[in-house]
């Protein structure tokens, strides 16, 4: 199955929210805005992640680095907040 996540960053922490396929949520959290948070809790949640989208913004850049490094499927997103939420 193919899984989807939505990131909206902020300075202290990110919303994360994570999709099947279908739309369905799977997981929800908030996750510190550090590069090494957002890769444990994915590596923690034991999905295969197709794609991770993150709201381009100041932090993002250094987020998307990270997460590309450490073999993430991130993508930076040009879009503004209500994007995200709807996602979510």
Request: hydrophobic share 50%; charged share 15%; aromatic share 10%.
């Amino acid at each position: 199955m193919s899984y989807y996540a939505g990131i909206d960053v902020s300075l202290e922490q990110s919303s994360v929210c994570v999709r099947d396929a279908e739309g369905k949520i799977i997981r929800e959290a908030k996750v510190a805005s550090e590069p090494e948070a957002l890769i444990a809790w994915f590596g923690n949640l034991g999905l295969a992640m197709t794609r991770i989208g993150l709201e381009a913004g100041p932090l993002s850049q250094w987020l998307f680095a990270g997460m590309k490094g450490a073999g993430l499927p991130a993508e930076l997103l040009l879009i503004g907040p209500q994007v995200v939420a709807y996602f979510c």
